[in-house]
């Protein structure tokens, strides 16, 4: 974490500049899924804990709590010993800033004056957990078709997951029509929001 990120998020400033709906995930000591999605109607936060684990294959979305705080500190956003999702910055090539050749302000102001508007990084890895997620209860075959494909490819450290990803959404799609609608219906409710997302928001509740 960068000491200027770092530093709005310990202050929570961050959240001076948060929009919603946003969403967070967090993975609990049993190692149980949980996200949460907060909505914002003049500082009236409508709050829903969706219960990853609990869901069924019969069931187009995982059962969730819903309840209304007034107070981003409420302790009901916060999980005994669970983890929040790690967060991904983008990266800035090392090349840009070395001792020898500062970076100079243009590539500086390039970088950072939409540092906080650039989370496509950070949106995949949130992406992937919950796709992981969704296979398990929906496909868990296709978490298997995607270690053959690793073991296929000799790549055990590193795995090319965005190739796999896309494989498993592609096999979806074409040929579960039914959990291809589900997984429209997880992305729009528990994923695809605009704005900072919850894990840089709430990383101190869990940290």
């Given at each position: ?71 981003l ?21 090392a ?24 989370f ?14 969704f ?12 270690l ?45 929001f ?14």
């Amino acid at each position: 974490m960068t000491i200027g990120i770092e530093y709005l998020i310990r202050t929570k400033i961050i959240r001076e500049i948060a929009t919603f709906p946003c969403s967070f995930f967090v993975t609990d000591s049993y190692f149980r899924r949980i996200v949460f999605t907060i909505e914002n109607n003049q500082n009236v936060f409508r709050v829903k804990q969706w219960n990853v684990n609990s869901c069924t294959p019969e069931q187009g979305l995982p059962p969730m709590d819903e309840f209304i705080i007034s107070d981003l500190e409420d302790p009901r956003l916060k999980v005994a010993e669970a983890r929040i999702l790690s967060f991904v910055q983008q990266s800035i090539p090392a090349k840009h800033n070395t001792t020898r050749r500062p970076m100079d302000y243009d590539l500086y102001k390039y970088y950072f004056d939409n540092y906080l508007n650039n989370f496509d990084d950070h949106r995949w890895h949130k992406k992937k957990w919950l796709w992981d997620s969704f296979l398990s209860i929906y496909h868990p075959e296709l978490i298997e078709l995607g270690l053959v494909i690793k073991r296929n490819v000799g790549m055990f450290n590193f795995s090319p997951a965005s190739d796999i990803l896309r494989d498993q959404e592609q096999i979806v799609s074409e040929k579960y029509i039914k959990s291809w609608r589900y997984w429209n219906l997880w992305k729009k409710y528990m994923l695809d929001f605009d704005g900072i997302p919850g894990e840089f928001l709430f990383y101190t509740n869990y940290n």
